[in-house]
């Protein structure tokens, strides 16, 4: 019954641009947060973005902030992560992650995970 679906991964060039999509489904969205993670072969989990559900307050992780933007169509259930300058160490699975009570960038606020999409960035 609750399922999160990310969309949009492939393969960009250093320097190019993707947009992620997650769609949510379910009764997700009472939570307060919605972020974005992601995990590169034989690294641990990282934070990479979030955005408050309600009033649409946004965080970064340091190492994409300025190129990274992150959004949300509340009627639409759905977040975007818009993905600018694009870097060979980008590379990972993102995940989306929903209804977060905790702080954002902490894995363990989030009681809800997508299956992740690749993203691919080549130099």
């Known amino acids: 019954q609750v399922q999160l679906v990310e969309s949009g991964g492939g393969l960009v060039q250093a320097g190019g641009s993707l947009r992620l999509s997650c769609v949510a489904s379910g009764r997700i969205f009472s939570g307060y947060y919605m972020g974005w993670f992601r995990q590169a072969p034989g690294k641990e989990r990282e934070f990479v973005a979030a955005i408050s559900w309600r009033g649409g307050r946004t965080f970064y992780a340091d190492s994409v902030n300025g190129r990274f933007t992150i959004s949300r169509d509340n009627a639409k259930n759905t977040a975007y992560l818009q993905m600018n300058s694009l870097k060979p160490d980008d590379t990972a699975v993102y995940y989306c992650?929903?209804?977060?009570?905790?702080?954002?960038?902490?894995?363990?606020?989030?009681?809800?995970w997508g299956q992740g999409t690749q993203v691919t960035v080549s130099s």
């Open positions: 992650a929903a209804s977060a009570y905790g702080n954002y960038n902490l894995v363990t606020s989030y009681g809800y």
